[in-house]
């Protein structure tokens, strides 16, 4: 095995590039029997394994040992065959004949008569990067990917293929659709293609229809002597978030969890509860809860103002105001409604106790990507809740975690450069830095796409980078020049150099930028992280 670089990326994670493919799965597993000290994940990729730890610390030591580290030789198990029926009918089909110089139908013929090996996953859960037996149809991304890709599609990109396993946003080239469910977690083995198997992509004999995998449902446990709260209105968009998903990179399932961790935690403690308890994420502070038996909440996040409403058959109590950021208690009958307060954009309700939902891979969040965890919640929902035992003491009223901007009304994120800041050299991590950047409205869970009235980046280097692990808080830039701030629902690996990399310090204040808002990214020395 030989590394060829170390790359900070980000806070806590690092990426690695190595020499070969074979390197690559060496090291893997070589980590994957033996974790380094604070190693929560890795994923693998074509040219690089992407490491996550616990803390700056602990990736700063691991920095020193992967040098020494002994690996063995990558050992090739043999994985089964899967079929894959594919109607060609892709929007790409005639870009790639022609960036191929073949005809459309000698693409098609090119795709079905070779085998295609899984390599790695990544990307999204069930998305496997296929390495033909050629080079014949090995074609650049898209210039600007797809918001939309849908699932089933059938694409190329480099010398991979691969089957998008739902909608998601995509730059690879489609060329044609299947309706096989990539991804079931109803299934023994969740993947229908896994790392080691090979596909044969076979021309579908009638025409398929583009079907989305029944989403896994958590099943409401019988209700618990705690009660609970039942959602009126669920308003734009509410989830169940809690500290996410540790240790499924390589399955291509993101962590996901709270988009602002700052705020889920200060929620928590105000209600007692553990910091990495699951609670009630709402996009746009507009929600409705009514409580099943009495219980004890905290709002914290985006500025609201909560107002409760007597339960009906109460003469005595009228409406009454109460303020977010401290714990408050709401009786059994009576209604919570949260109100847009002005700034921020998302914010967190959590109730005092343990929420019994059956977990899904360990988690209760909802990934809005990958379709894993519970359903977004919905009018008529109900959140079973189990009483604390003693001991677990309501906090005092905390200041607001929301960011401030300066005296021109900006946000200021700070940055490490890389792990690719060489695709766009000295003057492209200065442009980054000095002119402003706008949040576009497509802006979610996924990520921010940034907009400027300045001029985009520019690459300093040509060709293609291979897909790669990128970390939370990624800067990804496509050919457009504009770049995406990854969150808490972004892709386990893309194909676009990341230039710098947010702070996890700064990462909650991003996640409360709304459409509008405008950023200056302010570079930081990856030395003053490392005692974090």
């Excluded at 806070?11 to 929560?40: C, F, K």
Aim: aromatic content about 4%; glycine content about 10%.
């Amino acid at each position: 095995m030989s590394i060829r670089a170390i790359h900070r990326a980000g806070s806590q994670d690092l990426l690695i590039d190595l020499d070969s493919l074979d390197a690559v799965l060496a090291l893997n597993a070589a980590l994957e029997a033996s974790p380094l000290p604070g190693q929560r994940d890795l994923l693998a990729a074509a040219q690089t394994v992407l490491l996550k730890f616990d803390s700056g610390h602990s990736a700063e030591r691991a920095m020193q040992a992967l040098p020494g580290l002994a690996v063995a030789c990558a050992v090739r198990t043999a994985g089964k065959l899967v079929e894959v029926p594919v109607h060609y009918d892709g929007e790409d089909l005639a870009v790639v004949a022609e960036l191929t110089g073949l005809s459309v139908e000698a693409v098609v013929n090119a795709h079905t008569s070779q085998t295609w090996r899984a390599v790695f996953g990544g990307f999204a859960p069930g998305f496997a990067y296929l390495l033909g037996e050629n080079q014949e149809l090995n074609v650049p991304r898209r210039d600007t990917p797809r918001t939309k890709v849908p699932a089933g599609a059938v694409a190329l990109a480099g010398e991979y293929s691969a089957v998008y396993p739902r909608q998601s946003p995509g730059g690879w080239q489609l060329i044609g659709h299947t309706d096989l469910h990539m991804w079931d977690l109803q299934r023994e083995n969740p993947a229908l293609i896994r790392p080691q198997d090979t596909v044969q992509f076979v021309p579908a004999t009638e025409k398929l229809s583009v079907s989305q995998a029944p989403a896994a449902r958590v099943e409401e446990p019988e209700q618990t002597s705690g009660g609970g709260l039942k959602i009126i209105d669920a308003g734009l968009q509410s989830l169940l978030q809690d500290a996410g998903r540790i240790g499924y990179g390589n399955l291509g399932v993101g962590v996901a969890g709270a988009a602002d961790p700052t705020a889920f935690r200060q929620a928590n403690r105000l209600v007692g509860n553990r910091m990495d308890q699951a609670a009630i994420e709402n996009l746009g502070s507009r929600i409705t809860v009514e409580a099943c038996g009495d219980q004890v909440l905290a709002h914290a996040g985006a500025q609201a103002q909560l107002w409760i409403t007597p339960a009906e058959d109460d003469q005595v109590r009228t409406t009454r105001q109460v303020a977010s950021n401290a714990p408050f208690a709401l009786l059994h009958g009576e209604r919570l409604s949260v109100e847009p307060g002005g700034q921020g954009l998302r914010s967190y309700l959590a109730v005092r106790g343990e929420i019994t939902l059956n977990p899904v891979l360990g988690s209760l969040s909802t990934d809005t990507l990958s379709g894993v965890g519970p359903d977004p919640l919905v009018s008529g929902s109900v959140i079973p809740v189990q009483q604390p035992s003693v001991g677990h003491i309501v906090g005092n009223p905390q200041p607001s975690t929301l960011p401030v901007p300066d005296d021109r009304g900006v946000y200021q994120l700070r940055v490490l450069p890389g792990p690719r800041t060489e695709w766009f050299g000295p003057a492209g991590l200065k442009q980054l830095a000095e002119q402003l950047w706008d949040v576009t409205s497509e802006s979610n869970r996924v990520g921010i796409r940034l907009s400027t009235g300045d001029q985009p980046l520019q690459r300093v280097l040509a060709g293609e980078l291979a897909s790669e692990g990128v970390a939370r808080g990624s800067l990804q830039v496509p050919p457009s020049g504009l770049p995406v701030l990854f969150l808490a629902d972004h892709p386990v690996t893309g194909g676009y150099p990341v230039i710098a990399t947010v702070i996890s310090e700064d990462l909650s204040a991003a996640a409360q930028l709304p459409p509008g808002s405008k950023i200056q990214f302010v570079l930081q020395p990856p030395a003053a992280l490392t005692a974090k």
